[in-house]
């Protein structure tokens, strides 16, 4: 069986013929245009980033590597008495392109149980910040602080050849990919539990260990399974994604890289949505009293929500046109797991009234729920009730897909980014206003 390293060696010498090619034949081939609405909105839309890891289909959800989310839950190999995949096996699959075998992805496991030990400073440095910092900003400093553990920061003082940059920078994701989990855990118990903390297990999974680490019974291993899974990757152009890639570009090595973009998630416009969510949620279960309301009574309080000014949360997205597969997952999941719970209720009667009234209403492109609407729901039934972490669980997933681009960001010897900016004179003068 080929290693890992030997598979994806393979796989980028037949890939950068396509990417020279490309610029050499036809670097000059417009790709689209840019107007002033999308120069002074945040880019929103303009198509200048390349990435083959994933990429969002505004009817078909996100695709991996070419595989919808139901078509990677279903042809990944499954940890024996488990309902989900491995996440090791997910990120053979993300590396390479091909769907794994139960071999590769338990190679994948072996990698990251020879790697998995965090240097104890990092430890150090958690407990030297105070008890009352964000979560995030906790993981954020975790991450950078293993920057003296660098691979690729080590062969690049070195002298490393340009085309073999993906290599260490490979090895530094294996080995962060390894150890986040550990220091997620670490944080959560050591921030909300008293600092009562559980010793990491090497002969679990990925999933497995982090539910064990966390203190949680099964099926919690799956929960953290798919939550990983289904939050690894967003195509290049969301702010936590991009930023990964943008500070990469600089050839900062990926710890720096990493904890840039666990900032950028922490963003309130950006990761903070799902805990938003289960906030109102709950606010709308207080004003009913706590009891189920009907779906009239349902219907008549999102009606007035929206006649008041206000949206509803967790319905919507900028590209999706269809219910997001990311929550259609998670919804499963809660029917068989979950059905009576009084939270997962109301997610379902607003599943079923919110979509008609947001098409008669008109104002929204997209009516259905999107991930956010039903994650913080499933973190809450298994004990999680701390919001503010449940961004630190959206970036141990967002890292596995960002830090596989940036490996094979590398891999095809990307530039740095450096897009050209104009004066807002220089926008009038195009737009005939001067």
Not at 195 to 215: E, Q, R, T, V, Y
Request: with cysteine; charged share 25%; net charge negative.
């Amino acid at each position: 069986m080929a290693t890992l390293k030997e598979k994806l060696y393979e796989k980028i010498e037949g890939w950068r013929p396509r990417t020279t090619r490309l610029l050499k034949e036809y670097g000059d081939v417009k790709v689209g245009d840019v107007t002033i609405k999308q120069v002074i909105g945040g880019m929103r839309g303009v198509k200048c980033l390349t990435t083959d890891i994933s990429y969002l289909d505004p009817y078909e959800g996100i695709r991996f590597r070419g595989y919808t989310i139901p078509e990677v839950l279903e042809k990944l190999p499954k940890v024996p008495g488990a309902e989900m995949p491995y996440v090791e096996g997910f990120l053979y699959l993300l590396l390479t392109g091909d769907i794994p075998t139960e071999e590769d992805a338990l190679m994948v496991a072996e990698e990251f149980k020879k790697r998995r030990e965090v240097p104890s400073y990092v430890f150090d440095v958690l407990k030297a910040m105070p008890k009352d910092s964000h979560p995030m900003a906790m993981f954020a400093t975790a991450i950078v602080a293993m920057q003296k553990e660098s691979v690729f920061a080590q062969k690049y003082n070195e002298g490393i050849s340009k085309m073999d940059y993906w290599e260490p920078m490979l090895e530094d994701a294996l080995n962060l990919w390894s150890r986040i989990p550990e220091i997620a855990a670490f944080i959560y118990r050591w921030k909300y539990r008293d600092g009562d903390i559980i010793a990491p297990d090497p002969d679990l999974d990925m999933g497995g260990n982090f539910a064990h680490m966390m203190g949680i019974d099964k099926p919690y291993d799956d929960v953290a399974r798919l939550y990983f899974i289904l939050h690894s990757d967003h195509e290049s152009g969301n702010v936590s994604a991009h930023t990964g890639h943008l500070v990469a570009s600089a050839l900062s090595d990926l710890y720096y890289s990493i904890s840039a973009m666990l900032d950028g998630l922490a963003g309130p416009l950006h990761g903070l949505a799902n805990q938003e969510v289960l906030r109102w949620i709950q606010g709308v279960m207080e004003k009913m009293g706590g009891k189920l309301p009907s779906e009239e009574e349902m219907k008549k309080f999102v009606w007035d929500t929206l006649n008041s000014g206000q949206v509803i949360p967790g319905f919507g997205h900028a590209v999706l046109r269809k219910t997001d597969p990311r929550y259609q997952a998670q919804r499963e999941f809660c029917l068989k797991h979950l059905p009576d719970d009084e939270i997962f209720k109301y997610v379902d009667m607003l599943y079923k009234v919110v979509p008609p009234i947001l098409q008669e209403h008109g104002k929204a492109k997209n009516p259905w729920p999107n991930v956010d609407a039903q994650s913080g729901v499933i973190q809450w039934y298994y004990g999680i009730k701390e919001y503010d972490f449940y961004t630190v669980l959206f970036g141990i997933g967002r890292s596995l897909g960002v830090a596989t681009n940036i490996v094979w960001d590398r891999a095809l010897g990307y530039p740095i980014e450096r897009p050209k900016s104009i004066t807002t004179d220089m926008m009038e003068e195009i737009a005939g206003i001067k």
